[in-house]
């Protein structure tokens, strides 16, 4: 170990000053919080009372299917509670849930004191809190959508699903993954640069690596499918006929797009539950993970391969021949990377000595299940059976055995594993064994005979069923199944409760782990550690009974606050060495009320009052220009000392910073919806019926005008960002850019192109151009802040403000460009003469 950083301060006013400077506050004070341990607690609190939602809904349906010709519920109702049942399960509690348990659990395993991006997180909570509260306020008024959870169209269209029950759900599910966005970039930026000194790539927690995957994962994966919601929506809203086949339509569009999300998803959701695995399942057989640069190949290749994967749901929709035989052999490839690290896990028991604990239970719990589930997942891949057993009980079997399995269990695990960590006691686990079996048998028996009515021929979504078919006893036992399994979850529930009120303390580290979480005092304080340490090895290879100690006396780095500010270590990406101090933001309520102002948006889409749109959109500006504002503190323009002989700059004038990089991932994000919106508009041009259209034709000297300015902002972003005097003119420039472009692509879209109702390639050139006029809206707003900066005082201004600005001018160049290209590209692939 190193030598003190202070030596002779006192460690418990070190305590103490870092717990004034982290703690939150009391009563309505909780609601600024934006600490990573109030905020993962609340997802993970939130997204189980999502979980005993769905699993109502779930035994409503078991109790619809236990008989034939069931009166329990009507056609309308039960397609409300199943759709509600699928959307919840996938989108309120899966995904916030691992969300919930990286938030929470990153910042210790990785030696740090809080997330890169406190406040993020804290808007990310809100939002998936206020969309939640949409959805399932719609379920109890009766209004919820029932056209499944995948929201097939043209079921989900104006015509046939008329009312809001449909724009409840993809207006509301749109505003819940903005979370999961912001969820995304803050854990990879997290990853990426804030972490224990020393901590390299090769060094890091295998977690850490499944959620680097999982949320790269989640920032290329999730835009297809918020922008299939913001198409759907619109043809619901203004008639644009993107998936209509009457008008150069075409539905197929929606379900590629939902799919380019969908089979992702799977992954995501199972890569968490894995992460754990790979984390306790050493600990509880007392050795090292066998395989980890193997494992961790493992992740990188099967987050490629899932998203090659899209059409294996959509092999019955008439894909050549061709296309169906590369994605079928894609499929059956997938199970490659993971049996690589299902042996690893068997390689890892073999070599230690396992404590079968209730941990340990649940994680053979899940090495049966989603064993079965992955042979019948291959059974899917090919081709003919799938034909076959498409649409089939068979294959909500097979989801189920995927899905549950690879997660609840793991799920379960993690809970009896992390508990002592957050509670600071152990459990008292009186109740622990008969839960699982409860919860093992009832599942096996709910899902396992599915499979048996699927090959028998029972489609899903139906709510009743003649009794002649023979699958009346089937589905009597599969409910009965669920019911037991519902009681198994009770017992879990109770059991947790005896662990808050009866458990047994302990001082630290119960499991004997080298992980660094157990370094900390249990249950932990807000600012985790009161020193960052430095890590000489592989970080599940450490002492965490001597680190701990040694940490909580301030001998590590940032071992001393400094003038009142939060403060972590931001590290070099690759090496771990310190390379800046990044100072966090306080508590406040500005996620709260940025969260209510984009619910606000959301309302006013839902219940149609167009007319307030605009209102909300400065409302949600306005909230985040308050972001922008700094802590008056002072900072130092020099190198400050972090301890140990090292000095490094503050974040503000680190050449590369942690919102600079959020910036970058943002920017992926939003460069993945514009090309799936590329790609849409394409397909239709390619597969959609009623093509070409009606001839119209576009003023090529506007565009010309319009890609002028986003070439001046561009221009004038990149003159700002230089400095050297000229930030005022660069920025003015830039903003004159922005107003020019915006001004045209909005005048050519509203005022220029014959009404978008009438044909899907006049719909599509116009979502293009109001794209690209959004995008100079917001440039605008970054060259309008830049500019009354540099007014203001021109030194006050930051060279990293002015860096991201510089991104968001050119990529906005980039996306007005393109959105002229297209438009002279479709017209010159329909042909001479113009559209």
Known sequence: MNEPTSPGHNPIELHRALDRLWAGKPGWGRLAAVNHNVVGVRFMLTALVFFAI????????????????????????????????????????????????????????????DLAFPRLGAYGYWCYLFGGMILIGAL??????????????????????????????????????????????????????????????????????????????????FPPLILGSILLEVERAFDLPFFDPTRGGDPLLWQHLFWLFGHPEVYIIFLPAAGAISTILPVLSGTPLAGYRVIVAAIVSMAFLSFGLWVHHMYTVGIPHVALSFFSAASALVAV???????????????????????MLHIFGFFFVFVIGGLTGVMLAMVPFDWQAHDTHFVV???????????????????????????????VQHLSNAAFWMIFIGFNVTFFFMHLTGLLGMPRRVFEYPTEFGWETLNFISSMGSFIMAMGFALVALDFILLFKFGRPFRRNPWKAGTLEWAMPTPPPSYNFASIPRVNKRA??????????????????????????????????????PDQVVMLPRQTYLPLWTAIATGAFFLVMLFKLYWAIP????????????????????????????GHGLSVPVHLHASTPPSYLAMVLTLVADATLYISLLFGCLFLWVSAPNWPPAGFVVDVKLLALAVGGVIMSCVGGRLAARRNGAVTVGSALALLGHLISTGLFLAIALLVLPAPSGHAAIASVFVIFIYAALHGTIGAVFAAHALWTSLGNRKAILSIDLRIGRLWHDYTAAAGISAAAFYLALQSLIGEGGL
């Open 54 to 113: 769905g699993g109502i809904l779930a035994m409503l349906i078991r109790t619809q299917l236990a008989s034939a010709n069931s009166v329990f519920m009507d056609a309308e109702t039960y397609g409300q509670v199943f759709t509600m049942h699928g959307t919840i399960m996938m989108f309120l509690f899966a995904i916030p849930f691992f969300e919930g348990m990286a938030i929470y659990l990153l910042p210790k395993l990785l030696g740090t004191r």
């Open 540 to 577: 599940d290879l450490l002492d965490p009974d001597t680190l701990g100690p040694y940490l909580a006396s301030g001998r590590g780095y940032l071992g001393m606050p400094r003038n009142d500010r939060m403060e972590v270590l931001g590290v070099d990406p690759v090496t771990g060495e």
């Open 337 to 359: 990377p993971t049996a690589i690290q299902i042996f690893a896990w068997l390689a890892t028991m073999a070599h230690g000595r396992p404590r079968f604990s209730i941990p």
């Open 615 to 642: 209102v909300a959109l400065i409302a949600v500006i306005v909230c985040f220009w308050l972001w922008t504002r700094r802590d008056p503190l002072p900072v130092e323009n020099d190198l400050v000392p972090i």
């Open 140 to 221: 109890i008024g009766g209004v919820a959508p029932s056209g499944g959870w995948f929201m097939y169209t043209p079921l989900s269209s104006s015509v046939y699903s008329p009312g809001i029950n449909s724009d409840v759900w993809l207006l509301g599910i749109t505003f819940v993954e903005i979370s999961a966005l912001s969820a995304a970039v803050e854990i990879i930026v997290t990853i990426v640069k804030i972490r224990a000194a020393g901590m390299s790539l090769d060094r890091m927690p295998i977690f850490a690596w499944y959620m680097l995957v999982v949320a790269t994962m989640m920032l290329v994966g």
């Open 397 to 427: 079997a097979h989801l189920h055995y995927v899905l549950v399995g690879g997660f609840i269990f793991p799920m379960l695990a993690m809970a009896y594993y992390w508990l002592p960590h957050l509670t600071g006691k152990q459990p």
